[in-house]
């Protein structure tokens, strides 16, 4: 199949020229009017994890625990 559409481009290089003009303007037109609405996200994933560890301070608790699976998620 791929065989038989090679030989059908280079026999009618005429016609695959025009066509691929064809596309390429068109394409080219598209680019143009096509409209971004949005811009992507780049800003890193929120996690939140409450994690409860009784009688221990705040920052062990997030060295500790929160951590750990903030960045495994």
């Known amino acids: 199949m791929i065989k038989k559409l090679i030989d059908y481009c280079i026999e009618n290089?005429?016609?695959?020229?025009?066509?691929?003009l064809f596309l390429g303007f068109f394409g080219i037109i598209a680019v143009h009017n096509i409209r971004l609405n949005a811009l992507p996200d780049i800003a890193p994933t929120e996690v939140i994890i409450k994690t409860d560890w009784s009688g221990e301070p705040p920052n062990l608790?997030?060295?500790?625990?929160?951590?750990?699976?903030?960045?495994?998620l």
């Open 61 to 72: 608790v997030n060295l500790r625990v929160t951590y750990p699976i903030e960045s495994y």
């Open 13 to 20: 290089q005429f016609i695959v020229l025009i066509f691929m």
